[in-house]
């Protein structure tokens, strides 16, 4: 079963140094009918304007990824992290018993556009953490690469949580396909670029909850940038 969620119909917030659209109830937009997807329970869309941020905030048992779409992210914590992450780069705060961060805009000049993922975690009272890891432009072209897991594989950043992150840049014709073991859901977010799946047309910021499925096949209709779940 494949049920399309459109960009147009998320939550908007434009506070001026940041425009963000939220997929999920977020802040101030409430959607009982999209709360989260299992665990998956944020996905953010923020543009956030040159020099500007998020400043030192605190948050308790999330797993927290970042990952940079355009321009570059600039991450400081309470326990000493610290590092720029652009794309290709992929963040992960560990919040566990609590962390205190802030994520600004690294350029003066240039807006940074990324997508901010929020995946709760199987386990509460973790100990916080932070990882960040570069994936390099061919390790994510034509296909959906793994860049999170549970277990930290094929050099994916670990999350405390029985799922899978996989991205890809697709060029205008490519297909990949999206696995799913039974009992397990999926959900797709075009980030950018235009897809079809199975006949139904997605653009960005448009994304796709897949349940009771096996497989589904993913076709770029142009450069396209893609971000897959797979869930309990």
């Not at 048992?61 to 309470?78: F, R």
């Amino acid at each position: 079963m494949l049920t399309v969620r459109k960009s147009s119909e998320r939550g908007h917030a434009d506070h001026g140094w940041l425009d963000s659209y939220h997929t999920f109830s977020f802040a101030g937009y409430r959607n009982p009918d999209w709360m989260g997807f299992g665990p998956l329970r944020v996905i953010n869309e923020d543009r956030v304007a040159p020099g500007a941020g998020f400043p030192a905030h605190s948050h308790e048992d999330m797993e927290i990824i970042s990952w940079v779409l355009a321009g570059a992210l600039e991450h400081k914590d309470s326990l000493g992290n610290g590092g720029v992450i652009r794309p290709g780069e992929l963040q992960r705060m560990r919040a566990g018993h609590g962390i205190t961060h802030s994520e600004y805009n690294a350029s003066t000049t240039e807006p940074v556009h990324f997508l901010q993922i929020w995946i709760e975690p199987d386990a509460y009272g973790l100990e916080p953490g932070y990882e960040q890891v570069a994936f390099a432009p061919d390790a994510l072209a034509g296909r959906l690469r793994l860049i999170a897991s549970n277990d930290g594989r094929d050099g994916s950043v670990t999350i405390h949580q029985d799922a899978t992150v996989r991205a890809g840049r697709l060029a205008a014709g490519d297909r990949v396909t999206l696995d799913l073991a039974p009992g397990r859901r999926a959900w797709l977010h075009v980030a950018t670029g235009r897809v079809t799946v199975r006949g139904y047309p997605l653009e960005a910021g448009d994304a796709l909850a897949i349940r009771f499925e096996s497989s589904v096949e993913i076709e770029a209709l142009e450069p396209s940038e893609l971000v897959g779940f797979d869930l309990p």
